[in-house]
């Protein structure tokens, strides 16, 4: 698939002085190093947020690349009426939809914890997982045991390094009600890590 470059308009900016947004308006101008120091800065951010959504690493990959692939197509209209990394995860969030009407499914993380490690047993893993391991399965385990709209805000904020006030935004919900969802995530989180029972939504 091919995409219309942005003209390049002969001028260009100090790379890593610049915030998202003139990045990106460098980027829609014609400067290819703002799109490439932007695609560094936010790559893994994004591949995380696909993966704690419960997608294969395979499947995370290909979403990633599609959201810079929309990113490029939208270049040339950009404007910066909101926060760039708002508007990069309003369309992973919307990438997310679509997948998940194309499989009639809802995606979740690995719900059995016992799966998971006898999984990475399979792998040729090492036959003593490390407790950093086990604790880092352990948190994946919990976060599928969240609900849809916490698992969300929880991941928007501390995955994505966004404001409450971006999540919100990109939620299109209230912020009382993102940071009454993000609490309950926490203490979630907090008791299932701790083998307690969930708090209650």
């Known amino acids: 698939m091919s995409f219309a470059q942005p003209r390049y308009d002969g001028t260009s900016l100090a790379l890593g002085q610049q915030s998202d947004e003139e990045l990106m308006l460098a980027y829609a101008a014609g400067d290819l190093q703002a799109f490439c120091q932007l695609y560094e800065q936010h790559k893994n951010p ?16 290909e979403l990633v690349q599609e959201v810079w692939q929309r990113v490029i197509t939208s270049a040339p209209g950009y404007q910066p009426s909101a926060r760039f990394t708002t508007w990069l995860y309003q369309i992973a969030r919307n990438l997310l939809a679509d997948q998940h009407r194309k499989a009639h499914r809802r995606f979740t993380l690995v719900s059995d914890e016992s799966e998971a490690l ?23 385990h919990c976060l ?9 805000v929880f991941l928007l904020k501390e995955e994505a390094g966004l404001t409450m006030e971006q999540v919100a935004t990109i939620m299109g919900a209230g912020l ?16 299932c890590i701790g083998m307690g029972a969930p708090a209650d939504d």
């Open 118 to 140: 006898e999984s990475m047993a399979s792998q040729d893993y090492p036959d003593t997982i490390t407790e950093q391991g086990r604790l880092a399965l352990r948190l994946k």
């Open 144 to 152: 599928g045991k969240l609900p849809a709209l916490q698992l969300d």
């Open 176 to 191: 009382d009600a993102c940071k009454s969802r993000w609490r309950y995530a926490v203490a979630n989180l907090s008791k």
């Open 46 to 61: 994004l591949w995380r947020f696909f993966v704690r959504r419960g997608m294969a690493t395979e499947c995370a990959e």
